[in-house]
């Protein structure tokens, strides 16, 4: 006597794409638009050799900029959108990666020397971004949110430190993209004009280092500005740059015990913890990995000028991503209070790096 009770038949289980298919398509999404930047880079590069007070990675922002320009006029929209991905992974990824590769030519008892040394320098230009931010956006009427983004943007690592204050304050998509513009026309501002200065200024190539590596926003602007300077100021605003970038670290627990406790009644609250950590760059990690590794005598001091090369090559192809990704209505649409409130920071901490400078004997 068969039974009544059909037997319930499960459907397979649906696998997910393997590790190889993910990373085949992440590939297929970058790549056009990464060998584009690094095409750009290679004349970036010789036109730098050529006017080396300029160098290949200010040119290369230059090229990329003037190249974006044009392809959105010729080219389909579907065509730009489809080098994004690309750009974008020249613009952060590669960058990073050139920092770890530097790293292999520093060793990591001079980057903590280097770090202690321009602690006081580094502390005194914080203060004076986040204070001025709050103190001028609040005469400039701007948000409390957007001051405090562009301020923590300009005291501290610019675009890194705006994702990670944005993971814990919430801020909304608009005030995010206002603090970027901000950031980044003064990112430009200072590849354009702080090698100049420093020129002008006839200052050494440890204090344009240390200059630039506090107080200048994003990584890859105080990168290509104090290489321009020199090579011993771009290794040395290196080091300073990413200790200064170890600053997300105290601001986004303080903002996040603050949070918190405004949301210890609200919904969202179990939510929040922990979300800053995933933006907290890593980079820096590997950038001490191989600061360690050149310690040790791993990475043999015939290599070092081949890496140093590749490293600047890297720089420029990341510059030159940036440059293609920028759309100059960007700049546009942040308006003119965020700009100014920007423009105040910019002069405040680039004056205040030079006079503790001075007061501490570094100038």
Request: with cysteine; glycine share 12%; aromatic share 6%.
């Amino acid at each position: 006597m068969e039974s009544s009770y059909a037997v319930p038949v499960k459907p397979p289980p649906q696998r997910a794409p393997g590790l190889a298919r993910r990373l085949y398509r992440t590939v297929g999404d970058t790549l056009p638009g990464l060998v584009a930047a690094a095409m750009l880079a290679l004349p970036a590069t010789w036109l730098g050799t050529l006017v080396p007070t300029v160098g290949g990675p200010v040119l290369g922002i230059v090229v990329g900029v003037g190249t974006g320009v044009v392809l959105r006029r010729v080219m389909a929209p579907a065509v730009t959108e489809r080098l994004r991905p690309g750009f974008a992974t020249a613009a952060r990824t590669v960058l990073q990666a050139s920092i770890v590769v530097l790293g292999t030519g520093l060793p990591l008892s001079e980057v903590l020397r280097v770090g202690a040394g321009s602690l006081p320098v580094m502390l005194g230009t914080l203060a004076v971004a986040l204070s001025g931010a709050w103190f001028v956006g609040r005469l400039l009427d701007i948000h409390p949110e957007s001051r405090l983004l562009i301020g923590v943007g300009t005291g501290i690592c610019g675009a890194s430190a705006i994702a990670a204050v944005t993971s814990v304050v919430k801020a909304t998509e608009a005030r995010v993209a206002y603090a970027m513009g901000t950031i980044f026309t003064f990112n430009v501002a200072a590849v354009l004009l702080y090698p100049s200065l420093g020129h002008l200024l006839g200052l050494s190539q440890q204090a344009f280092g240390l200059w630039s590596g506090t107080a200048v926003n994003d990584t890859s602007s105080v990168v290509a500005a104090a290489y321009a300077y020199g090579t011993p100021a771009g290794s040395y605003a290196v080091v300073v740059k990413l200790t200064r970038s170890l600053m997300i670290v105290p601001i986004c627990v303080v903002l996040q015990v603050w949070q918190s406790r405004r949301r210890r009644a609200g919904r969202r609250e179990s939510h929040d913890g922990g979300t800053a950590w995933r933006t907290f760059p890593l980079f820096i990690v590997g950038f001490l990995a191989a600061s360690a590794t050149a310690t040790l005598g791993v990475v043999p001091g015939s290599w070092h000028p081949a890496l140093s090369t590749a490293g600047t090559f890297m720089i420029t192809t990341s510059l030159t991503g940036i440059g293609l990704s920028l759309n100059p209505s960007q700049i546009r649409d942040a308006g003119p209070r965020p700009l100014l409130l920007g423009a105040a920071l910019w002069v405040g901490v680039g004056a205040t790096s030079l006079s503790l400078q001075a007061l501490t004997g570094q100038l």
